[in-house]
């Protein structure tokens, strides 16, 4: 088994920053793929960023491309989620998610974090 604990979210005006965390801990992080998705109230669950194993590959959804950056420290089984130039439309729970296959379908995440607030206002 694997936990995995987001922090870092908050109340944030238009414009500013974020940085996210997630700890990994129980099996090791290091050989998963790590994902970051997001929920907004009454919507589904979608996908944000993804990173490999290794850290050399990352992906995003178009809609935080330019803003958001995702990448991990192997060795503090952490990852983070850099998010910039935040927008209304950011506000959802944030959650970080670890895969053995490479994807942005959250079926294909075999652990999940609790999640993290994120709120923007305008």
């Known amino acids: 088994q694997m936990q995995l604990v987001e922090s870092g979210g908050g109340l944030v005006q238009t414009g500013g920053s974020l940085r996210l965390s997630c700890v990994a801990s129980g099996r090791t992080s290091s050989t998963y793929n790590m994902g970051w998705f997001r929920q907004a109230p009454g919507k589904e669950r979608e996908f944000v960023a993804r990173i490999s194993w290794s850290g050399d590959t990352t992906y995003y959804t178009d809609s935080v491309k330019g803003r958001f950056t995702i990448s991990r420290d192997n060795a503090k089984n952490t990852v983070y989620l850099q998010m910039n130039s935040l927008k209304p439309e950011d506000t959802a729970v944030y959650y970080c998610?670890?895969?053995?296959?490479?994807?942005?379908?959250?079926?294909?995440?075999?652990?999940w974090g609790q999640g993290t607030q994120v709120t923007v206002s305008s």
């Open positions: 998610a670890a895969a053995r296959s490479w994807g942005y379908d959250p079926r294909f995440y075999d652990y």
